[in-house]
């Protein structure tokens, strides 16, 4: 056993998070997704523990320490954003053979780094698999998608920034499937958040000791959440609809993702007086879809294009919590593209009510223009 191996293993032990790798049988899918129904209670099933399962081998690493590399796009990719790939994508394409998968990572891409190859072993090393499997199951989710009736789409460590300062992050899933009559959207949608209470709230302290929480949601059944030590223990996940006065802005960190100011200007003329809550990932949306905001902005800078793994979950997430979600001119978010949003998303809006939506659109537009 290599020395990192033995370290992550002594903290991941550290993490209380339970071992998730048994095989998912059809009884154990039921049981744990009792309120989703029959339709995608077995998928449900297998999302909520890859999630969690990946959750543990990151919050592992984040105690750890791990070194960034910086992509072409200036974003940054740690071992964790390869290890968690591999975990997820083993596991559900284990259960469903026949489904594709958009997720963000390459491992091949990572030999280009110097020190790539090295990254690769101890990613490998990380989550138990070899160097040439960990290749496989991560360069699944960068293949073609012909012939799939179905997609997972993942983004393996998202909040990439945060993670590395011991800070917020997730892992955002979600299952892009037929809607009859409307064609393919997201039908489920899975949020890791090992940093934040099992609550589903923001930690009193400091977030590397939070408990954990996993949040997840199917089409026309509700958002749920469940303590990552605990992924059978389901309470309701709900928005609070409460009006803006009373509410809360929830947005990114990063500039490049989130103009402060104009989300600031909109916060404003809603008539939110609380500060803004800001923090890297999808867990913003796990806050507003359990009633800890009421407001999230995304305003990236002019040309910035959106990926789908970084709002397909979140989608389901805060629709299923009772919130709404669109881009800034009030339209559905189509997440059956491919690997990017459409080029006229210029960028996100989501609140706790659709009949606040209007409101914090008109707004926006507003502090944009200012």
Same mark, same amino acid.
């Given at each position: 056993?290599?020395?990192?191996?033995?370290?992550?293993?002594?903290?991941?032990?550290?993490?209380?998070?339970?071992?998730?790798?048994?095989?998912?049988?059809?009884?154990?899918?039921?049981?744990?997704?009792?309120?989703?129904?029959?339709?995608?209670?077995?998928?449900?099933?297998?999302?909520?523990?890859?999630?969690?399962?990946?959750?543990?081998?990151?919050?592992?690493?984040?105690?750890?320490?791990?070194?960034?590399?910086?992509?072409?796009?200036?974003?940054?990719?740690?071992?964790?954003?390869?290890?968690?790939?591999?975990?997820?994508?083993?596991?559900?394409?284990?259960?469903?053979?026949?489904?594709?998968?958009?997720?963000?990572?390459?491992?091949?891409?990572?030999?280009?780094?110097?020190?790539?190859?090295?990254?690769?072993?101890?990613?490998?090393?990380?989550?138990?698999?070899?160097?040439?499997?960990?290749?496989?199951?991560?360069?699944?989710?960068?293949?073609?998608?012909?012939?799939?009736?179905?997609?997972?789409?993942?983004?393996?460590?998202?909040?990439?920034?945060g993670f590395l300062r011991g800070a917020q992050?997730?892992?955002?899933?979600?299952?892009?499937?037929?809607?009859?009559?409307?064609?393919?959207?997201?039908?489920?949608?899975?949020?890791?958040?090992?940093?934040?209470?099992?609550?589903?709230?923001?930690?009193?302290?400091?977030?590397?000791?939070?408990?954990?929480?996993?949040? /997840?949601? &199917?089409? +026309? =059944?509700?958002?749920?959440?469940?303590? $990552?030590?605990?992924? !059978?223990?389901?309470?309701? #996940? @709900?928005?609070?609809?409460? /009006?803006? &006065?009373? +509410? =809360?802005?929830?947005?990114?960190?990063? $500039?490049?993702?989130? !103009?402060?100011?104009?989300? #600031? @200007?909109?916060?404003a003329d809603l008539g939110i007086s609380r500060?803004?809550?800001?923090?890297?990932?999808?867990?913003?949306?796990?806050?507003?879809?359990?009633?800890?905001?009421?407001?999230?902005?995304?305003?990236?800078?002019?040309?910035?294009?959106?990926?789908?793994?970084?709002?397909?979950?979140?989608?389901?997430?805060?629709?299923?919590?009772?919130?709404?979600?669109?881009?800034?001119?009030?339209?559905?978010?189509?997440?059956?593209?491919?690997?990017?949003?459409?080029?006229?998303?210029?960028?996100?809006?989501?609140?706790?009510?659709?009949?606040?939506?209007?409101?914090?659109?008109?707004?926006?537009?507003?502090?944009?223009?200012?």
């Amino acid at each position: 056993m290599t020395t990192s191996r033995m370290l992550l293993l002594i903290a991941a032990r550290s993490t209380a998070l339970p071992s998730t790798r048994q095989p998912i049988t059809r009884a154990r899918a039921l049981a744990s997704a009792a309120w989703v129904g029959d339709a995608y209670a077995a998928e449900l099933a297998a999302a909520v523990g890859a999630v969690a399962e990946a959750c543990g081998v990151a919050k592992a690493l984040q105690r750890r320490g791990v070194d960034g590399f910086s992509k072409s796009d200036a974003s940054p990719v740690t071992i964790a954003d390869l290890a968690v790939q591999a975990v997820v994508i083993r596991r559900l394409h284990d259960a469903f053979p026949g489904d594709a998968f958009i997720a963000e990572e390459s491992a091949t891409a990572m030999l280009a780094f110097e020190g790539g190859r090295a990254a690769l072993e101890d990613a490998a090393d990380a989550c138990g698999l070899s160097v040439a499997s960990l290749t496989e199951h991560v360069d699944r989710g960068r293949a073609p998608r012909a012939g799939a009736a179905r997609t997972w789409v993942l983004d393996p460590v998202d909040g990439t920034k945060g993670f590395l300062r011991g800070a917020q992050f997730c892992c955002a899933l979600a299952l892009v499937d037929g809607v009859p009559g409307e064609g393919r959207d997201a039908t489920l949608g899975v949020l890791g958040c090992p940093n934040l209470a099992a609550t589903c709230e923001l930690p009193a302290g400091d977030p590397m000791d939070a408990a954990g929480v996993v949040v /997840a949601a &199917a089409r +026309g =059944r509700g958002a749920h959440f469940a303590p $990552l030590a605990d992924v !059978d223990r389901w309470t309701r #996940a @709900r928005s609070s609809g409460n /009006a803006f &006065a009373a +509410g =809360r802005l929830v947005e990114g960190v990063a $500039l490049s993702h989130s !103009d402060h100011d104009a989300s #600031a @200007r909109a916060a404003a003329d809603l008539g939110i007086s609380r500060p803004p809550l800001r923090l890297d990932s999808q867990a913003k949306a796990a806050l507003l879809a359990n009633g800890q905001a009421e407001l999230f902005t995304r305003l990236p800078t002019a040309g910035y294009v959106e990926k789908v793994w970084d709002f397909a979950a979140a989608k389901v997430v805060i629709t299923e919590a009772g919130g709404a979600i669109s881009d800034l001119d009030g339209d559905d978010i189509d997440v059956d593209l491919g690997e990017c949003l459409s080029p006229k998303v210029a960028g996100i809006v989501a609140t706790s009510s659709p009949a606040l939506q209007p409101a914090a659109l008109a707004a926006v537009a507003r502090a944009r223009a200012a």
